[in-house]
């Protein structure tokens, strides 16, 4: 088992940066994926970025390249997202997931742990 908490969302105006983080706790190992998606309202789900502890390989969602860095401390358990530029777009709770295996793996259905949420409100 593997529990993943959020935080770090909040309202911000368009342009502004945010960073969201997620403990987690349980069986976790450097081996395992860790991603961020998301979901606007009346929208599915959304990959956005993941990494991998073993090696540090990540993926990143086209409409977030260059603008989101997702990052990982294997020692406190912990991966973050850094989010600048963001735009109205963005508004979406953004999710916290734990499994996968290859960075590759981007449907939800890979990822077997997911957290509760935090809402990001970007005003335009």
């Known amino acids: 088992q593997v529990q993943l908490v959020e935080s770090g969302g909040g309202l911000v105006q368009a342009g502004a940066s945010l960073r969201l983080s997620c403990v987690a706790s349980g069986r976790t190992g450097s081996s395992i994926v860790m991603a961020w998606f998301r979901q606007a309202p009346g929208k599915g789900r959304e990959f956005v970025a993941n990494?991998?502890?073993?090696?540090?390989?990540?993926n990143y969602a086209d409409f977030v390249k260059g603008r989101f860095t997702i990052s990982r401390d294997n020692e406190k358990n912990t991966v973050s997202l850094q989010m600048n530029s963001l735009n109205a777009e963005d508004t979406a709770v953004y999710y916290c997931?734990?499994?996968?295996?290859?960075?590759?793996?981007?449907?939800?259905?890979?990822?077997?742990?997911w957290g509760q949420g935090t809402q990001v409100t970007v005003s335009s």
């Open positions: 997931a734990a499994g996968g295996g290859v960075v590759t793996r981007t449907a939800p259905g890979w990822y077997h742990y």
């Open positions: 990494i991998r502890g073993s090696d540090g390989s990540t």
